[in-house]
Antibody
């Protein structure tokens, strides 16, 4: 059974940083492109970032470009999202997911507030 | 960047109804389109991939169609468990998989 488990969310002040992790099991992790998707309270889904299976190719939404960095450690079956210079509007539940959309984590809440 | 426009943003329906949701891409995406269902507090659930292929375990009352820029999700014989929010997502752009705004199906 494929499982994706996010961690690292929490409360942070504007301008602060957080690092999210997504631990994967039940799949050959390095074979799959992965994505981060977020959902602000009461809002729709927003694609945030994607990374190829090897980690060589990454993409970002304009709203986070230059502030967020996606990475992965295939030896540890883990996906990361380093979030710097956080803004109030980054408050959301952050999901990791296989790029194919067939498996998602349960989400981790990031709250940016002073 | 490819923009995805869903309509309507919400709709009211009754059990047994047929519901149609549309999604339009800002450029051709061939058949690289996914449909999800999301219920409050839960992660999205994959319903349809490749514009019209039904994910394993998804009831056959769900169907998808379209190619290029215009796509449709149809739910036949709407069931109580189908009241949820539905999203389309393009997977044409490498690693940049934008979503539509969502359609809330409510009573």
């Amino acid at each position: 059974e494929v499982r994706l488990l996010e961690s690292g969310g929490g409360l942070v002040q504007p301008g602060g940083s957080l690092r999210l992790s997504c631990a994967a099991s039940g799949l050959t992790f390095g074979s799959y492109d992965m994505t981060w998707v977020r959902q602000a309270p009461g809002r729709g889904l927003e694609w945030v970032s994607g990374i190829s299976g090897s980690g060589d190719n990454t993409k970002y939404a304009d709203s986070v470009k230059g502030r967020f960095t996606i990475s992965r450690d295939n030896s540890r079956n883990t996906l990361f999202l380093q979030m710097n210079s956080l803004r109030l509007e980054d408050t959301a539940v952050y999901f990791c997911a296989k790029a194919a959309g067939d498996h998602w984590g349960q989400g981790t809440l990031v709250s940016v507030s002073s | 960047d490819i923009q995805m426009t869903q309509s309507p943003s919400s709709l009211a329906a009754s059990v047994g109804d047929r519901v149609t949701i549309t999604c339009r891409a800002s450029q051709s995406i061939s058949r690289y389109l996914i449909w999800y269902q999301q219920k409050p507090g839960k992660a999205p659930k994959l319903l349809i991939y490749g514009a019209s292929s039904l994910e394993s375990g998804v009831p056959s009352r769900f169907s998808g169609s379209g190619s290029g820029t215009d796509f449709t999700l149809t739910i036949n014989n709407l069931q109580p468990e189908d009241f949820a929010t539905y999203y389309c997502q393009q997977t044409y752009s490498t690693l940049m998989f934008t979503f539509g705004q969502g359609t809330k199906v409510e009573i």
